[in-house]
């Protein structure tokens, strides 16, 4: 990983929409001075959190899209927008949703992610030694059903055919081949000739649709525009409503969409390059290759690797390309260059958040 370090814009604050989880040992300074801001989080593993505004907004902690207990913020707060990935090693990744991650000018990025790991230590030494013996068992299992492929050479194939990840008539044959060729390689392989838009398009709405399907504000995604808004996205019954959500955790209705109606955009040649960064960045990503790797222990491992990583590769492209459509529809963003990092901007965090076999620590 290279890169300047982070320097958040005064007006951001929209990591601060993520409900951080609060440690053992950072519970005794809200317990004594915050205790309503402390909370039991929802989910099957229950954790203690940082209290949101109205139960959907922002951190109870943020005034003026500033932290009120800076000192004392959790460790997942000084982290961000690093994450770090348990396989079977370490891995720091940076979301690519903070605005800041994109125009940072301070020192040494590199710097920043050792000191973020050597606080994090004792952290990693528990969660690497249970995530190395979840891909132990993970990858016996694939050699026991005859489906594995040496992860190294899967993601040297996908660097040497970035391009076909970026163009609708390979993204189309790939995602068709992945789910009938019994092992499938990218080596020679030639482009959809008669390109189906309709079912193209239905495929990158499907994706989309399916995490915007939720009536809970907190699972919702949003996307941090250029002028610091929060935009969030619901989909109900087909239909799409844009809303913004305000510093008290207020939603305010801007627009609605039919999904149906929104036309898929192919990027032009300057957010090609954008996007082909953005593959590049999935194809190193630890954490894509966990998600993958989940997908094929959830369908009881009948995928092959390669059909399982170049199928996920192309469908993540897609969903990503049908957001940029959407935000084109609804803002006017277009294809270029600026649009394919704003679509970035708006789907990393929940690419991040995709199941997966490891963790983040
Ligand atoms: S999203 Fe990034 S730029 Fe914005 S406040 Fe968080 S770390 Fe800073
Ligand atoms: S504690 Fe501070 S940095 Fe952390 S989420 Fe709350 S306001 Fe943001």
Redo the contacts with the bound molecule.
Sequence with gaps: MTGKKIECPAEC?M??L?Q?EVLPEERAFFRNNHPDALVKSKGPIPYFA?ALKKGRG?????QNRR????DH??A??RQYPFHLYASDRIHIELDLSCRGAWYGTGSDAVAEAKDLVARADRRIVAALEESKAVYREFYSNCREAGVYQDPSMLRMSVSENISMFTDLAYLSRIMDLSQIEPVMSLQGLQPETRLDMDALEEAGRDLAMDSMSSDDPLSVPVYCDSGWNWNMFMAVDGKIEWMVMDDEGELHHKAFADAADIRLRAPDASGVRVLADYVKVLNGRDSFMGSVFALVDQNGYEDDLANAYYGCMAVTVMDLLWRMSMLDHFMGIGCGEDAVREAIIFYDMDRLDAPAIGAFV
């Design positions: 604050g990591c601060c993520c951080p940082l922002s951190c109870v902690f943020l932290c009120a207990v800076y913020r959790t997942y707060c």
